[in-house]
């Protein structure tokens, strides 16, 4: 059986098309019993997608896909329970703080530290991030595999075997 956990909406500008509604019709005419939306640095669809996927029978997850540090880096989290759901919302808070204010950040891109996700990893899943700019994935494609197997294993120490999965994806 497949479950989507990494999708992005029309929210997620030139990553995703298609509508929270639509994602969710497009899952239950595949059959899938669950899908989760992992909109880019924020839950901007999570609400309406909620609610179309209640009226076609299919288990709505949560999540969002975060830029981690300056150097866009991205890593997905999806909640696993409503302790991670406010810890999701945490991070994004904490991701987006910068972007009103002069923080010391130096971007007003939205992203989150690595040791914040670090701070709020209870009950929320970790997913290593896309093909093209995760965790692990990226660092790989870059040719800096020392620094993808030390940000992969320092996810892994914060969210356990049981909370953290590396992403395989084939993209092309």
Same mark, same amino acid.
């Given at each position: 059986?497949?479950?989507?956990?990494?999708?992005?909406?029309?929210?997620?500008?030139?990553?995703?098309?298609?509508?929270?509604?639509?994602?969710?019709?497009?899952?239950?005419?595949?059959?899938?019993?669950?899908?989760?939306?992992?909109?880019?640095?924020?839950?901007?669809?999570?609400?309406?997608?909620?609610?179309?996927?209640?009226?076609?029978?299919?288990?709505?997850?949560?999540?969002?896909?975060?830029?981690?540090?300056?150097?866009?880096?991205?890593?997905?989290?999806?909640? !696993?329970?409503?302790?991670?759901?406010?810890?999701?919302? /945490?991070?994004?808070? +904490? $991701?987006? *703080?910068?972007? =009103?204010?002069? #923080?010391?950040?130096?971007?007003?891109?939205?992203?989150?530290?690595?040791?914040?996700?670090?701070?709020?990893? !209870?009950?929320?899943?970790?997913?290593?991030?896309?093909? /093209?700019?995760?965790? +692990? $994935?990226? *660092?790989?494609? =870059?040719?800096? #595999?020392?620094?993808?197997?030390?940000?992969?294993?320092?996810?892994?120490?914060?969210?356990?075997?049981?909370?953290?999965?590396?992403?395989?994806?084939?993209?092309?």
């Amino acid at each position: 059986m497949y479950v989507e956990l990494h999708a992005h909406s029309a929210f997620s500008f030139l990553d995703g098309a298609s509508t929270p509604t639509e994602l969710a019709a497009a899952a239950a005419a595949h059959g899938y019993p669950a899908f989760a939306l992992t909109d880019h640095d924020g839950v901007w669809g999570s609400m309406e997608f909620a609610h179309a996927c209640r009226g076609f029978g299919i288990r709505p997850i949560t999540g969002t896909e975060l830029t981690v540090g300056v150097g866009n880096v991205h890593l997905t989290l999806l909640v !696993e329970s409503e302790g991670g759901y406010r810890n999701l919302c /945490r991070l994004l808070t +904490a $991701a987006h *703080a910068h972007t =009103r204010d002069n #923080t010391g950040r130096t971007s007003s891109q939205a992203w989150a530290t690595l040791e914040e996700v670090e701070e709020y990893a !209870e009950g929320l899943v970790c997913l290593s991030g896309c093909a /093209r700019d995760g965790v +692990a $994935a990226g *660092a790989f494609e =870059r040719g800096e #595999t020392a620094e993808g197997e030390k940000l992969a294993r320092r996810l892994l120490g914060a969210f356990g075997r049981d909370r953290f999965r590396v992403e395989l994806q084939r993209p092309y």
